[in-house]
C-alpha cells in the first residue's frame, strides 16, 4: 500500500506500453536493502540506456516484501522504437542482490514497467561517478528531490543541453559584461539587445531541447561580443577585459562546447557566501522570466531599452564577486521592476493589436472536421494561423494558456476559431495523443513528444525539439497541410463551457457595481488564485481552495494553475461572477491593475485592500512575476505547491521578515487564517 492510500497496478506483459517512463513515479517491490543505490541498465529495441535511481522514501510493506518508491533523477522516455523487447538490469551498491521473481516494476497509474526481468549479482566496483554527474539544475518547482536535477532534468533536459545552456548563459554574461560598458559611453546595440532575450528566453524551462540550436546561440553570442567591443572601444570605452565570460573563446565541437559548459554552471558563479549564490541565481532565474516576456511583447513591436539595460546588468552582475547581501536583494527587486515593465509592454501589444479581452463563453470539446491545436502563449502566431487556415475547412483549437485568446476581439472574430481542447501543459502527453489533427507548440512548455504524435507536432519561436519541425518564418503551411492529411473529428462533441476575457477593461467597467457590493458587505473578499500548474503531487490544494471559498467572495484566476478549477461553477454576486478569469500569466499586470484601481476607490493601499494572493509557481516566468509583487510592496503572498529551492534558509527569512512570504498549509487553515 503506498502512503497515499494507492496501490500499484500491476499489468501482464502483454499489456506493456511503451510510453511507461513518461511518469517521473515508479514502484519497485523487493527484499531489502532499504536504503541502497540501484543501478538500472535497460534496453529497448535497439536502444540501450543506464540510469541511476536514488530510492528517496520510507519503504513499507508491499505485495512481495518492500515496497519502495523512486523518485526518477531524470525523466528519460524509451522512444524512437516500437519493439517490445524491453530488459531490465538491477544491481545493488549494497550487499543485496536480486532475484528475478522478486523484483516487479509498476507505477502508480496503471502502466506495467516489468517484462523479462534479468537480474545480476552484487556489484560494488561499479563507479557512479564514472558517468556524466556535471549537470546541476533547480530551476523549476518540480526539481529532483526538491534540491535539484543531477543526471537528468525532470523535465526530459539532457546533461548535454544543460551544459549548453549553462556555456551560453556564461556567453550572455559577458556579452553583456560589454554592453553595460557601452552604455556608459552611449553605444547599444538594437541586435544585441533582442539577441540577449531571445537567447535567455531559450534557457527557460521547457522551451528548447535541440542542442544544435544552443550551439549556434554560443557562437552568436560570442561574435556579437566581439563586434560590440570594437564599438565600445571606438566610443572610448574600457578594452580592458579579464580572462573569463567577456574573453572565452566557444569550442567548435558539441562535446568540446558541452566540456566547457560544464565548467561555468550554477555553482561556479564568484563567491563563496551561499546567500549571495541564491540571490544571484533568483536574479538569473527572473531574467529568464523577463527575458520571455520582452521577447512576446518584441514580436509585438513593443520594446523598452530598461528593460534590455537592466538584463545587462543583471546577468553582467552574476560575473561580480563585490556585491553584497544587500546589493543582491536590491538586484533582485530591480528585476521585478523589468518584469513589470516587460508585461507592460506585452499586455499593451496585445491589447493594442486585438483589443481588450472581452467576456466570452469557449466551448470545452470540438466539431467535425479537420483541426489544429495550439498551445503556447503567442498571439502573432496564432493570428498568421488563422489567416493562412481561414476558409481552408480546419477548425482551430487552443490548449494551455491559449485558452485566454478566445477573449480578444481580434482573434474572435474568425469563424473558424473554435474553443478549446484539453487543459494545462502537462497534459499534453496524453491529450496531444487524442487530438485527431495538428498540432503547434508556441512559446514554451513542450514536453518530449510521443510516437503517437510526434509526426504531427510543429515548433515556432524559441521552442525546440530534436527531429520536430520548426516554424521560423510564421509560414504555417506545413501545419496545414498536415491537418488536412489526418483524420480529424468524427463528430462534435462539447462537454460544457468556460467563461474567459475578464482582464482589467471588463472588470473595471463594472467597478462601480464591485465597490458598492464591497461597502454593502455582499462581496467580503477576493482572492487571485493564479499561476503555474505542474504534475508534482500537492497541487490539488488549489482546487479545494478554491472550491472552500465562502460564497460571499470572488476569484480572480489567471495563467495555467486555473485548471485546478477553471470549469468549477460558483455562481455570481449580484450578477458579478464568482470567479473571473483574467488571462494567461502575464497578465498579471491586468491583476495588479485592478487591485491598484479598486485600492485608489477606497483610499488604501493594496496591501489594505480585502484581497489574498495564493500563488502556485512551476517555472521562471512565475519567478520574475514573484519578483514584480514584492517589487510593488505587496505583502502576505501564499506560495507553493513547495518553496523555491534555490532560497537559502537566510534568503528565504529576509523575504518572510520584510514581504509575509508564507508556504500554503491546507485550505482549511489559510482560509481561517485568512478570513477569520
Not at 12 to 19: A, G, I, K, L, V
Not at 181 to 192: C, I, T, W
Not at 394 to 412: D, F, R, S, V
Amino acid at each position: 500500500m503506498h502512503s497515499d492510500g494507492r496501490k500499484p497496478q500491476l499489468l501482464e506483459s502483454s499489456q506493456f506500453q511503451s510510453d511507461l517512463a513518461y511518469t517521473n513515479n515508479l514502484i519497485i517491490i523487493c527484499p531489502p536493502p532499504v536504503n541502497s543505490m540501484l543501478y538500472i541498465k535497460y534496453s529497448l529495441g535497439s536502444e540501450c540506456g543506464e540510469l541511476w535511481w536514488r530510492r528517496c522514501l520510507q519503504g513499507e510493506m508491499g505485495y512481495h516484501g518492500i515496497e519502495i518508491t523512486i523518485i526518477m533523477e531524470q525523466s528519460q522516455s524509451f522512444h524512437n522504437t516500437e519493439s517490445r523487447d524491453y530488459y531490465i538490469d538491477c544491481f545493488s551498491c549494497s550487499n543485496t542482490s536480486f532475484s528475478k521473481e522478486s523484483v516487479i516494476l509498476g507505477t502508480l497509474n496503471g502502466k506495467i514497467a516489468q517484462k523479462n526481468v534479468r537480474t545480476k549479482q552484487t556489484i560494488t566496483e561499479f563507479n557512479p561517478t564514472e558517468r556524466r554527474t556535471a549537470m546541476f539544475c533547480y530551476q523549476c518547482e518540480q526539481t529532483a528531490k526538491g534540491t535539484g536535477c543531477t543526471i537528468q532534468g525532470v523535465c526530459g533536459k539532457q546533461p548535454e543541453v544543460a551544459a549548453l545552456q549553462d556555456l551560453l548563459l556564461y556567453s550572455l554574461m559577458g556579452l553583456s559584461q560589454v554592453a553595460e560598458e557601452g552604455r556608459k559611453v552611449g553605444v547599444s546595440d538594437p541586435d544585441v539587445n533582442v539577441f540577449t532575450v531571445k537567447a535567455a528566453f531559450s534557457t527557460l524551462t521547457n522551451v528548447d531541447f535541440d542542442p544544435d540550436r544552443f550551439v549556434d546561440l554560443i557562437h552568436q553570442a560570442a561574435a556579437k561580443r566581439e563586434k560590440l567591443k570594437a564599438g565600445v572601444q571606438a566610443a572610448g570605452g574600457d578594452a580592458d577585459w579579464p580572462d573569463g565570460a567577456a574573453t572565452f573563446t566557444p569550442k567548435t565541437t558539441v562535446d568540446d562546447l558541452v566540456r566547457q559548459g560544464e565548467q561555468v554552471g550554477l555553482k561556479s558563479y564568484p563567491g563563496d557566501d551561499p546567500d549571495i549564490l541564491s540571490l544571484k541565481h533568483t536574479v538569473l532565474f527572473g531574467i529568464k522570466g523577463v527575458s520571455a516576456y520582452a521577447d512576446h511583447a518584441l514580436i509585438l513591436g513593443q520594446e523598452d531599452d530598461s528593460v534590455y539595460a537592466y538584463v545587462h546588468e543583471g546577468l553582467a552582475a552574476i560575473q561580480r564577486d563585490d556585491m553584497g547581501v544587500e546589493d543582491w536583494l536590491g538586484m533582485a527587486l530591480r528585476c521585478g521592476e523589468a518584469a513589470l515593465k516587460a508585461m507592460e509592454l506585452l499586455d499593451a501589444g496585445n491589447t493594442g493589436i486585438y483589443g481588450h479581452p472581452v467576456p466570452t463563453k469557449v466551448p470545452l470539446g470540438y466539431k467535425k472536421g479537420k483541426g489544429i491545436l495550439v498551445s503556447g502563449h503567442d498571439l502573432k502566431d496564432l493570428e498568421e494561423l488563422l489567416k493562412q487556415s481561414e476558409g481552408k475547412g480546419i477548425n482551430i483549437y487552443t490548449h494551455g494558456e491559449m485558452l485566454a485568446t478566445h477573449g480578444y476581439p481580434g482573434l474572435k472574430q474568425y469563424p473558424h476559431f473554435y474553443g478549446q481542447f484539453g487543459t494545462a501543459w502537462q497534459k499534453q502527453i496524453k491529450e496531444f495523443a487524442d487530438f485527431p489533427g495538428a498540432i503547434l507548440m508556441t512559446t514554451n512548455c513542450i514536453q518530449r513528444p510521443k510516437n503517437d504524435y510526434k509526426d504531427n507536432i510543429f515548433t515556432s519561436g524559441m521552442v525546440g525539439w530534436p527531429g520536430i519541425p520548426h516554424i521560423s518564418d510564421l509560414n504555417f503551411k506545413p501545419v496545414i497541410d498536415r491537418a488536412l492529411e489526418l483524420p480529424g473529428f468524427a463528430e462534435d462533441k462539447v462537454e460544457q463551457e468556460v467563461t474567459v476575457g475578464f482582464a482589467r477593461n471588463a472588470v473595471l467597467g463594472v467597478a462601480d457595481k464591485i465597490i458598492e457590493a464591497v461597502k454593502s458587505g455582499d462581496i467580503r473578499h477576493f482572492f487571485l488564485v493564479a499561476g503555474c500548474d505542474g504534475a508534482k503531487p500537492g497541487r490539488n490544494y488549489y482546487t479545494e481552495f478554491v472550491e472552500k471559498v465562502p460564497k460571499d467572495c470572488i476569484v480572480l484566476t489567471l495563467a495555467c494553475g486555473k485548471y485546478r478549477f477553471f470549469d468549477q461553477d460558483l455562481g455570481d454576486i449580484g450578477g458579478i461572477p464568482r470567479l473571473l478569469d483574467a488571462g494567461q500569466c502575464n497578465d498579471a499586470y491586468s491583476a495588479v491593475q485592478i487591485a491598484s484601481a479598486l485600492a485608489k476607490a477606497f483610499d488604501m493601499t493594496v496591501n489594505e485592500l480585502p484581497l489574498s494572493m495564493i500563488i502556485s509557481w512551476y517555472e521562471q516566468k512565475a519567478v520574475c512575476i514573484l519578483l514584480a509583487l514584492l517589487h510593488l510592496g505587496i505583502k502576505g503572498i501564499r506560495l507553493g505547491p513547495s518553496l523555491p529551492a534555490f532560497l537559502t534558509p537566510n534568503v528565504l527569512d529576509t523575504l518572510v521578515k520584510n514581504f509575509d512570504i508564507k508556504p500554503i498549509t491546507s485550505a482549511d487553515e489559510d482560509l481561517k487564517a485568512i478570513l477569520g
